[in-house]
């Protein structure tokens, strides 16, 4: 490949590059491995290695702009995004290597993306730590995460107010009892905030 020019884009730290036969593309420094980004100047001919190097840089921000696409929608889980992008067809390599970068920068958040969720979710939900915890889990996040991104959910939100609404619209459906505890368990309360909830009604 011979470089017909490199220029700086109006996105931060990516450069376009044209080449003097084939389509421009666009790359940033980041996704180097051995190529001295210094070395990528006009009419400088790149050998093989080089220009297989160049072109998995440029695959790589290919993946990062459709990343902050979806980002740009909403919060997104690095396991959410990554499957999206798979889906794209996007070689996994690639995602990986985009994500790692829009990690470092803070752009994909699993505990931005779960402090997001958690949010949405109590607009119809009536769930404790527990199952909020699974439900994470089970969209990708880390137990770590998920339980950090739970208990700050719960500074903000009384769990045994939750557990009072939930408990009220068991009871609403029908549910007493040995039932109604069971509802509630596995809601993701624990027996002793149902048990106290329960008397205190």
């Known amino acids: 490949m ?9 996105y931060s730290g990516m450069y376009k590059i044209v080449p003097q036969e084939g389509a421009a593309f666009f790359i940033r420094p980041e ?47 690095r ?33 931005r993306y779960a402090i997001a969720w958690l949010h949405t979710r109590r607009i119809n939900h009536y769930e404790g730590r527990v199952k909020l ?9 880390d137990k770590e995460t998920a339980q950090k991104a739970v208990n700050e959910f719960f500074e903000e939100y009384n769990e045994e107010e939750i557990c009072l609404k939930a408990c009220n619209k068991f009871i609403k459906n029908g549910k007493d009892g040995d039932k109604l505890i069971t509802s509630l368990l596995n809601a993701g309360f624990s027996y002793k905030m149902i048990k106290q909830v329960m008397e205190n009604d």
């Open 2 to 10: 011979v470089i017909h020019s490199i220029a700086p884009t109006s």
């Open 31 to 77: 996704y180097l491995i051995s190529l001295d980004f210094d070395s990528i100047q006009p009419e400088v001919e790149m050998n093989e290695d080089e220009t297989n190097e160049l072109l998995d840089a440029g695959f790589t921000a290919v993946v990062e702009l459709k990343a902050v696409e979806y980002l740009a929608r909403a919060e997104q889980s």
């Open 79 to 111: 396991f959410g995004l990554t499957r999206k992008l798979l889906q794209k067809k996007y070689d996994k390599k690639y995602i990986d290597k985009a994500l790692t970068f829009l990690e470092s920068k803070n752009y994909l958040s699993d505990q």
């Open 133 to 141: 915890i699974a439900e994470l889990q089970n969209r990708g996040i």
